[in-house]
């Protein structure tokens, strides 16, 4: 019985070779594509062996009962075969998913060798080091860019303070020499009060309109 297994897979003989998995997986499909026709072809007979059971009837009861026999032995292999297919199905997932399983943990086998291969004249100690060389680089990086910056040339020499007391001289000796322009300045003879006396109202005419007034006021209140 195992040897017919074995030569029905063929994989007898002890110097067989076995399948790989992508061959197995293209077997299985070729399969269940030769089941699913199987199945299209007794989905058809079942329907033609129903309407000959129906168009008999009761009027040739021998061709109809004949006709549902058939009918129920080709459901029953319908059934078998949508068993079969649903082992196939099951054990060609599983064998698709063991064959992805062994690419992936392939590829990781070969990226984990190019790994090992890149640090291979690497260890921590001289990862350290180049560190520590790149940091002290950028330090004097750093420092040649200060000097670069910092401003030179004519001036620089000079304290700053020097300048601040020679300014603040030469501000006092300018305000001295204001105080002595105004101290200097020639005297501006002031307007004299005017001499003359201004002329006064004569009283004889004050009089004369104080009158006028009086007449005025009268003649108002006569009215």
């Not at 099951?90 to 992936?104: G, I, K, P, S, W």
Request: cysteine-free; glycine content about 6%.
């Amino acid at each position: 019985m195992a040897g017919m297994i074995a030569k029905l897979f063929g994989g007898g003989g002890k110097g067989g070779k076995a399948p790989t998995p992508q061959e197995a997986i293209q077997k299985l499909r070729e399969t269940e594509e030769m089941l699913g026709k199987k199945q299209e072809y007794l989905e058809k007979k079942i329907d033609q062996e129903l309407m000959t059971a129906k168009k008999n009837g009761t009027k040739n009861k021998r061709a109809a009962l004949q006709a549902l026999k058939r009918k129920k032995r080709f459901e029953k292999q319908l059934a078998q075969i949508d068993g079969t297919l649903s082992t196939i199905e099951f054990q060609r997932e599983a064998l698709e998913n063991a064959n992805t399983n062994t690419e992936v943990l392939k590829n990781m086998g070969y990226a984990a060798k190019a790994m090992k291969a890149a640090h291979e004249n690497m260890d921590i100690d001289k990862v350290d080091d180049l560190m520590a060389d790149i940091t002290e680089q950028q330090e004097v990086a750093q420092e040649i860019s200060d000097v670069i910056s910092r401003p030179v040339g004519f001036g620089e020499e000079f304290d700053e303070d020097e300048l601040m007391a020679e300014l603040e001289e030469l501000e006092q000796e300018e305000l001295d020499q204001n105080l002595l322009d105004i101290e200097g300045a020639p005297d501006v003879p002031l307007p004299s009060v005017p001499s003359t006396s201004l002329p006064s109202r004569p009283a004889k005419k004050k009089e004369e309109e104080d009158e006028d007034d009086m007449a005025d006021l009268e003649a108002w209140a006569a009215n």
